[in-house]
């Protein structure tokens, strides 16, 4: 089992920066593929970025590709997600998630999730 928590989300206006921060516990002898999801409100959950087990591939979504960067830390069992130029529609429950198959845009290829952190951005 692994066990996720994610922090740093926060209210910003529109252009700020956030970085959030997924700490993971538990069986982490295992090196998992990350991923950060969100689900804006009243809509479906939404792919942002994913991380290969090693860090050396990453992938995004169009809405956040060149503004959200995901990062690893594997020595402190870390994953980021910096996320720069907030727009309004950017607000939402922000996601990490584990897995063992390899990194993808899709929800069910992870096996754990967090609890998610709110991030509001304010026009």
């Known amino acids: 089992q692994v066990q996720l928590v994610e922090s740093g989300g926060g209210q910003v206006q529109a252009g700020g920066s956030l970085r959030l921060s997924c700490a993971a516990s538990?069986?982490?002898?295992?090196?998992?593929?990350m991923s950060w999801f969100r689900r804006p409100p009243g809509k479906e959950r939404e792919f942002l970025a994913a991380?290969?087990?090693?860090?050396?591939?990453?992938s995004y979504g169009d809405s956040v590709k060149g503004r959200f960067t995901i990062s690893r830390e594997n020595a402190e069992n870390m994953v980021y997600l910096q996320m720069n130029s907030l727009k309004p529609e950017d607000t939402g429950v922000y996601y990490c998630?584990?897995?063992?198959?390899?990194?993808?845009?899709?929800?069910?290829?992870?096996?754990?999730w967090g609890q998610g952190t709110q991030v509001t951005v304010s026009s």
């Open positions: 991380i290969s087990r090693s860090g050396g591939s990453t």
């Open positions: 998630a584990a897995g063992l198959k390899p990194f993808s845009n899709r929800a069910g290829q992870y096996d754990y």
């Open positions: 538990g069986r982490t002898d295992r090196r998992y593929a």
